[in-house]
């Protein structure tokens, strides 16, 4: 029972460093979204997902890219870190409505 | 654009009383209502959702919530509050027409003190 699966679980950039936050669900959801939190500010939609092919920009997209090849996976690309991209980020998958969370990955760009 | 406002930083309440932490949403239309709790070290957990029907939704744990259209709120409530619901809680917001775009609320920190 993985449920979604995020890695790495901790990770420090330097600026203008680039990486993939990987994202995999094995419960064959169609709905996909990563978002960040930072504090004080809640969790904040980057991009999401209806299916495979299928991608669309949610509340802060700037700096982040995404593809969704297949149902499973769904990564997250930062093609030039900064600064301002630390945070803690989740990905999830969702059905009818309800959101399955990863643990999340801790990002610090220096 | 939908947006959700949560205007509690922080609500402390006494183990035994009733809690209530508030929602308002700003949506078109008729939107899906969730609230997700944060627990340290145990992640991002659905408590409930309103779809349709009746304006009070139980969820888990003993929580329920309340969707006041008119005034465009779902806050959420518990009769007898517990130290083991103190976390981190958020309420989120859809529209029908677009049910997978779900939108965060900045979060409301329960402190409950025994």
């Known amino acids: 029972n993985a449920g979604v699966t995020q890695t790495p679980k901790f990770q420090v950039l330097k600026t203008g460093q680039s990486m993939t936050l990987q994202c995999a669900q094995d419960?064959?959801?169609?709905?996909m979204s990563w978002y960040r939190q930072d504090p004080g500010m809640g969790l904040r939609l980057i991009h999401y997902?209806?299916?495979?092919?299928?991608?669309d920009q949610g509340e802060v997209p700037n700096g982040y890219n995404v593809s969704r090849s297949t149902t499973e996976d769904f990564p997250l690309r930062l093609l030039s870190a900064a600064p301002s991209q630390t945070s803690v980020y989740f990905c999830a998958s969702s059905y009818q409505g309800k959101l399955f969370f990863g643990s999340g990955t801790q990002l610090s760009v220096l | 654009a939908q947006s959700v406002a949560q205007p509690e930083d922080q609500v402390n309440v006494a183990e035994g009383n009733p809690l209530t932490v508030k929602c308002t949403y700003s949506v078109s239309g008729n939107p899906y209502l969730f609230w997700y709790v944060q627990y340290p070290n145990r992640g991002l957990q659905f408590l409930l959702k309103y779809i349709t029907g009746d304006n009070l939704v139980k969820g888990s744990y003993g929580f329920e919530a309340e969707f006041n259209k008119s005034q465009t709120s779902f806050h959420l409530k518990k009769p007898s509050a517990l130290v083991s619901d103190s976390a981190l809680y958020f309420c989120a917001v859809s529209p029908r027409s677009s049910a997978s775009k779900i939108i965060f609320g900045s979060g409301t920190r329960l402190s409950i003190r025994p």
């Open positions: 997902s209806v299916g495979a092919g299928i991608t």
């Open positions: 419960m064959n959801h169609e709905y």
